[in-house]
């Protein structure tokens, strides 16, 4: 497809379990970000690559939390440990370029992936 | 700290009446501002970007860097306008994009 894909859609996981989130760019998109999204809230950033090269992860909220994009292509965001308050919907989005480029910087996202921590 | 408020959580109003949805941000730099939305059952998706200075779908925002503001406005509301509306501002220094909690707007026949 042309879009944002993100696997899986649904998670379930009992507390301590871990969980791997995959998400699959736009082909040739340099951006990828992921963010957390609690039920009522705004999507929260969690961390940003450009291509393969993790330049912020300052929204990890804990050392539980992993994002990886070895080949600056697939991105999977890793969670050890689950807690309830993990639960949330995980979105990946993508851009040609960076950020700050008009014409290149607007970000696509996938569907999301909603986790549930039980 | 670098933040972004919309201060209503719901908005309510008659078709064709006009649209305000509010964006205050927080941010020391040169701000880069957007609005995204997300209709029933879509992805979150681009409206509009300051920079472009653009009319979509009948919406405007203008950034007023003295009230740190970059509502969102429409004169006269459709029912397809009914969706969460997101206001998202870029850093200077970087290419994190944060977002605001959304507003609901639902558009009453």
């Known amino acids: 497809g042309a879009g944002v894909s993100q696997s899986p859609r649904y998670k379930v996981a009992k507390r301590g379990q871990d969980v791997a989130l995959r998400c699959d760019p736009i082909s040739g998109h340099v951006s990828l970000f992921w963010y957390q999204q609690a039920l009522g809230q705004g999507p929260e950033f969690l961390t940003y690559f450009q291509n393969e090269a993790q330049l912020d992860k300052s929204g990890l909220p804990s050392d539980r939390f992993f994002a990886e994009r070895p080949e600056g292509s697939v991105s999977t965001l890793k969670i050890q440990r689950t807690q309830q308050e993990d639960s949330a919907v995980y979105l990946c989005?993508?851009?040609?370029?960076?950020?700050?480029?008009?014409?290149?910087?607007?970000?696509?996202f996938g569907e999301g992936s909603r986790l549930t921590v039980l | 700290a670098q933040r972004v408020t919309q201060p209503e959580k719901l908005l309510s109003v008659f078709k064709g009446a006009p649209v305000e949805l509010k964006c205050n941000y927080s941010y020391s730099g040169s701000p880069e501002l957007f609005w995204y939305v997300q209709y029933s059952r879509q992805r979150l998706q681009l409206l509009l970007r300051h920079i472009s200075r653009e009319s979509i779908k009948g919406f405007t925002a203008d950034l007023n860097k003295g009230e740190t503001s970059f509502h969102l406005k429409k004169p006269f509301a459709q029912e397809e306008d009914s969706a969460m509306y997101y206001c998202a501002l870029i850093y200077s220094s970087a290419s994190k994009i944060i977002f605001g909690s959304g507003t609901r707007l639902s558009i009453r026949p």
């Open positions: 989005a993508s851009s040609k370029g960076t950020g700050r480029d008009a014409n290149t910087g607007e970000l696509f």
